[in-house]
């Protein structure tokens, strides 16, 4: 397929994922920085705005909307994400499903009327249009080469996002709400508690580096991202083994971990490097421009 159709299917799988993992990150923090007076809200504020490289360090609860939802030109906001969404949707409109594009037009929509003051409802409206925009995309979408480039950028932005949280150690901070909000963050609490264990940093920490059985843990999503990305090589005879090379010792790692906290540590750190890494091969092989088009008479 045209390599730009490819980078087109794989950055709007990329940013709908973060639109997602950015709201829903939002959304809890913002409820735990407003419940729970007893953490220093500008520490929190600055913990979560560091955690997403954003270079403005809001200082309370108002701000840190403003900075996270941010605006059009910065991708690493809610708004930039969703924005790259339209953008790459747009550039490749004729290849997807009519319903899927429309329901991208009403999420683009729905920001017109984000309320800053009050920011729970107008997010909760963002997921609920994203989970129907990924539902329809999978009820629809053909099983191509498109979609294989969609679900490896997907899978990929999770890894960094789930990372990016880790990182962040919420629990510090709130040491009895932390781990709750870590896991509703990314989705994962009713699948969490299933297992009837209590919950504990350390705890949800293995879960989400390792569960095999959580579409968002470290472990399953490298495994989908290394999936699509075979169905990739294996339809236009690209050789594969360099670019898996970086999420596919990762994965080994992962599989092989113990409990130990610096071990885990180790494992969340190499994520956005490996990550990066295999973004540039991905890159490098599929949308590099080969040549140039010369017109004569």
């Known amino acids: 397929m045209l390599s730009r159709l490819a980078e087109?299917?794989?950055?709007?799988?990329?940013?709908?994922?973060?639109?997602?993992?950015?709201?829903?990150?939002?959304?809890?923090?913002?409820?735990?920085?407003?419940?729970?007076?007893?953490?220093?809200?500008?520490?929190?504020?600055?913990?979560?705005s560091h955690g997403l490289g954003l270079d403005t360090t809001p200082f309370n609860a108002r701000t840190l909307v403003e900075v996270v939802y941010g605006d059009t030109s910065n991708p690493s906001t809610i708004r930039g994400a969703l924005h790259?969404?339209?953008?790459?949707?747009?550039?490749?409109?004729?290849?997807?499903?009519?319903?899927?594009y429309e329901s991208i037009n009403r999420l683009n929509a729905a920001t017109e009327e984000f309320d800053i003051e009050s920011p729970g409802r107008s997010l909760k409206?963002?997921?609920?249009?994203?989970?129907?925009?990924?539902?329809?995309?999978?009820?629809?979408?053909?099983?191509?080469?498109?979609?294989?480039?969609f679900e490896l950028g997907r899978n990929l932005e999770r890894m960094?996002?789930?990372?990016?949280?880790?990182?962040?150690?919420?629990?510090?901070?709130?040491?009895?709400?932390?781990p709750a909000t870590t896991l509703r963050a990314v989705g994962g609490l009713s699948t969490?508690?299933?297992?009837?264990?209590?919950?504990?940093?350390?705890?949800?920490?293995?879960f989400l580096i390792k569960d095999p059985a959580f579409p968002r843990s470290l472990f399953e999503s490298g495994r989908m991202a290394e999936a699509a990305l075979r169905e990739i090589t294996k339809l236009n005879g690209t050789a594969?083994?360099?670019?898996l090379r970086p999420i596919g010792l990762l994965g080994s790692q992962i599989h092989f971990i113990n409990d130990d906290p610096d071990e885990m540590a180790r494992i969340i750190a190499k994520t956005p490097h490996a990550v990066e890494e295999t973004s540039a091969s991905i890159k490098a092989n599929f949308f590099r421009p080969v040549g140039s088009i010369v017109w004569s008479n």
Not at 195 to 204: C, F, K, L, N, T
């Open 125 to 149: 409206e963002i997921l609920d249009r994203l989970a129907v925009s990924n539902g329809i995309y999978e009820w629809l979408a053909p099983s191509d080469e498109a979609s294989h480039f």
């Open 8 to 48: 087109s299917s794989f950055w709007l799988g990329r940013y709908l994922e973060r639109s997602e993992g950015l709201s829903r990150l939002l959304l809890e923090f913002h409820q735990l920085l407003i419940q729970d007076q007893r953490a220093h809200v500008s520490r929190g504020c600055a913990l979560l």
């Open 240 to 243: 594969s083994e360099l670019i």
């Open 160 to 178: 960094d996002l789930v990372s990016r949280l880790l990182t962040l150690q919420i629990e510090k901070e709130w040491r009895d709400q932390g």
């Open 84 to 100: 790259g969404v339209r953008s790459n949707a747009r550039s490749i409109r004729d290849t997807l499903p009519s319903d899927f």
């Open 192 to 206: 969490f508690l299933r297992a009837r264990v209590p919950i504990s940093a350390e705890r949800v920490r293995s």
